[in-house]
Nanobody, 124 residues
Framework: QVQLAESGGGLVQTGGSLRLSCAAS????????MGWFRQAPGEEREFVAS????????YYAESVKGRLTISRDNAKNTVYLQMNSLKPEDTAVYYC?????????????????WGQGTQVTVSS
């Protein structure tokens, strides 16, 4: 089992920044690729970013490229999502997820473990 706990969400104005964190526990973090997904009210949960187990490879949704950056610190069992130039359409609950494979993935069904989510609200 893997337990994931997100933090760092909040209310920010358009153009502002936030950094989300996701702390993992339970199994060897450095064996898992990690991802961030988000879900807006009334919408499907969508892929945001993913990072390989080593941290060498990353993969982003087109809508966030150049504004959001995923990174990880395997010594701290933590994955981050740095969010810059935020827009109202980034408003959602953000979830981190772990998959028991090393390559990154944008496919929701490939992730076995999920956190509870953290709310990000961007005001216009």
């Amino acid at each position: 089992q893997v337990q994931l706990a997100e933090s760092g969400g909040g209310l920010v104005q358009t153009g502002g920044s936030l950094r989300l964190s996701c702390a993992a526990s339970g199994r060897t973090f450095s064996n898992f690729a990690m991802g961030w997904f988000r879900q807006a009210p009334g919408e499907e949960r969508e892929f945001v970013a993913s990072i390989s187990a080593s941290g060498r490879f990353t993969y982003y949704a087109e809508s966030v490229k150049g504004r959001l950056t995923i990174s990880r610190d395997n010594a701290k069992n933590t994955v981050y999502l740095q969010m810059n130039s935020l827009k109202p359409e980034d408003t959602a609950v953000y979830y981190c997820a772990a998959r028991t494979r090393k390559p990154p993935s944008g496919l929701r069904y490939e992730y076995e473990y999920w956190g509870q989510g953290t709310q990000v609200t961007v005001s216009s």
